[in-house]
């Protein structure tokens, strides 16, 4: 009897045992059932607007119904993705819309119709008004070291020491710090040309990347499907009548890719010119299709402040890709001038792994020649970035100066990054190297500047202070304590520039007049005749 006890018992071990063995042979997509689970490369892209956000991510090959639920602790809005059948997994792609400003939410993804959420990813949308991001270029994520020329260290190494995904976790940890609202890329995001699944789970796989809406271009090493697959592109066109009949269009993104999105003051457009036109020809198609682009996207959203243009090959650069017969052809067909058309104020771009900044130029000639702050110049500036993971450079093609058009051109062999703040009335780009260099000669800005239109900024009048004060009054931002505290006793002094200072930083105004004085006496009185009775 005890020897039969015994043998149960063993049994039951060995049974169990079993089980345990047998679980660690389980699909990994079974994790996407259990509560809690990490989203398969979660990504996130600007929305149409600004109270809108695109997201895209992978679910199991047998996911029917999937989901995405945003909470910000009042409400919460739960939208169903669309499915995308791929060879290994479902692409799910969804929308958040009414998204309100200036909001923290926590959000989660669901691949069973909402028996099982995933973890909490935090979003936190921009605040209405000005807002700031970062704009990089060529991250270029794959595995191995950074390139062997690099002059960067940190840390007591070499960034050639490092790899190519340290430099874009470097980079993602000084945009963090920066609060920015969201991340523009000037394109090869990725560096497989055939697409590499591997590659993009490094490109994501930093916890910032679920945080920032992340805005792509289509570069010429992301010509494969899996770009495709990868980005939820808001207000993307269908270019199949225009850039369908190139010969030069035998990539499987060379349809995808064209978009536009709003953000606050901002409007971007951005272009796909990865293919390779080797004519002017072959190259015009490109070009009605951005045309296209543009103009749907100007009368989708006519009242944007500032346009920018997203594209991935420089046409004014200096590095080894300056003269490539691509570019030459794009440039001949026309793409500066649909800059001049449509009065663009910037063109972001990369592609050649160097830093360059032109003058304003319309027309192919400079029209201001202003350096650092310039003011209406009524022309476009060019900006091309170098390598924001540092996974290789390209050496200067002009060894005896540069193109008249070139201001400034770097190659410190760094990585680097620019931080853009976006008002109505001004535009400031701050380019940083990632790194120290090996002399400790490079400053840590590459470089700064700004353009403001005057005819962006609202002259102060009775009417637009009293609206800019009720909007912060009704908002709780200002208290009435508050605004008794910097109105009333500030204003009755009769020196105002120190108090000028002070109420932009409330209002975003850039003079206070004694007509404008005279009513913001009269609106304190108004509240304090509110608070007798």
Same mark, same amino acid.
């Given at each position: 009897m005890r020897d039969k006890h015994r043998l149960c018992k063993r049994l039951r071990w060995l049974f169990i045992f079993a089980i345990l063995i047998f679980s660690l042979y389980l699909p990994t997509s079974v994790s996407a059932e259990v509560a809690g689970f990490t989203v398969q490369t979660l990504s996130l892209q600007p929305g149409s607007d600004t109270q809108s956000l695109n997201l895209n991510w992978y679910a199991d090959k047998k996911a029917v119904n999937t989901k995405v639920r945003f909470d910000d602790g009042k409400s919460t809005i739960i939208v169903k993705a669309s499915l995308e059948a791929a060879s290994e997994y479902t692409v799910c792609k969804a929308t958040v819309n009414g998204l309100a400003a200036g909001t923290t939410y926590k959000y989660q993804i669901s691949n069973d119709g909402g028996k099982n959420w995933s973890k909490k990813y935090t979003y936190h949308t921009a605040e209405e008004g000005d807002f700031r991001f970062a704009f990089v270029g060529d991250p270029q994520l794959t595995s191995g070291n950074q390139d062997s020329s690099s002059l960067g260290t940190t840390g007591g190494k070499n960034a050639s020491e490092l790899t190519i995904l340290q430099g874009w976790q470097d980079t993602l940890f000084k945009l963090q710090k920066a609060d920015i609202d969201l991340i523009v890329s000037a394109g090869d995001q990725v560096?497989?040309?055939?697409?590499?699944?591997?590659?993009?789970?490094?490109?994501?796989?930093?916890s910032f990347m679920q945080m920032i809406p992340f805005a792509v271009t289509v570069g010429n090493h992301d010509r494969h499907i899996e770009f495709t697959t990868h980005f939820n592109l808001p207000n993307e066109q269908d270019v199949s009548a225009t850039i369908g009949t190139s010969s030069a269009a035998t990539a499987e993104t060379s349809l995808s890719g064209n978009y536009f999105y709003s953000f606050n003051h901002a409007l971007f457009v951005v272009l796909n010119d990865a293919d390779y036109p080797y004519s002017k020809e072959s190259a015009v198609p490109y070009i009605q299709a951005f045309h296209d682009t543009l103009e749907a996207a100007v009368t989708k959203y006519p009242d944007y402040e500032w346009l920018f243009v997203q594209h991935h090959k420089s046409t004014?650069?200096?590095?080894?890709?300056?003269?490539?017969?691509?570019?030459?052809?794009?440039?001949?067909?026309?793409?500066?001038?649909?800059?001049?058309?449509?009065?663009? !104020?910037?063109?972001?771009?990369?592609?050649?792994? $160097? %830093? /360059?900044?032109?003058?304003?130029?319309?027309?192919? #000639?400079?029209? &201001?020649?202003?350096? !650092?702050?310039?003011?209406?110049?009524?022309?476009? $500036? %060019? /900006?091309?970035?170098?390598?924001?993971?540092?996974? #290789?450079?390209? &050496?200067?093609y002009y060894t005896e100066g540069y193109p008249a058009a070139v201001l400034i051109a770097e190659q410190t062999r760094i990585p680097s990054y620019s931080i853009v703040d976006v008002s109505s009335e001004k535009v400031t780009f701050t380019t940083y190297s990632l790194y120290d260099d090996n002399d400790n000669s490079t400053s840590e800005i590459l470089d700064t500047f700004s353009i403001t239109k005057t005819a962006n900024i609202q002259p102060v009048t009775k009417e637009t202070i009293m609206k800019k004060l009720c909007e912060y009054y009704k908002s709780g931002d200002i208290s009435k304590k508050s605004l008794y505290f910097i109105l009333k006793i500030k204003l009755e002094n009769s020196n105002l520039v120190s108090f000028r200072y002070e109420l932009n930083a409330k209002c975003n105004r850039p003079y206070i007049s004694s007509r404008a004085r005279a009513a913001l006496l009269s609106y304190i009185q108004q509240l304090e005749s509110s608070d007798n009775q």
């Open positions: 560096n497989t040309y055939a697409g590499n699944e591997k590659d993009y789970e490094l490109l994501l796989a930093p004014e650069s200096v590095a080894e890709h300056a003269a490539d017969a691509d570019i030459v052809s794009y440039k001949e067909a026309g793409f500066e001038k649909l800059m001049d058309e449509f009065h663009v !104020d910037f063109v972001l771009a990369g592609h050649d792994h $160097v %830093y /360059v900044r032109t003058y304003a130029l319309a027309n192919g #000639k400079v029209v &201001n020649k202003n350096k !650092d702050e310039l003011t209406d110049p009524d022309g476009t $500036v %060019y /900006v091309t970035c170098n390598t924001s993971s540092g996974l #290789k450079y390209y &050496n200067m």
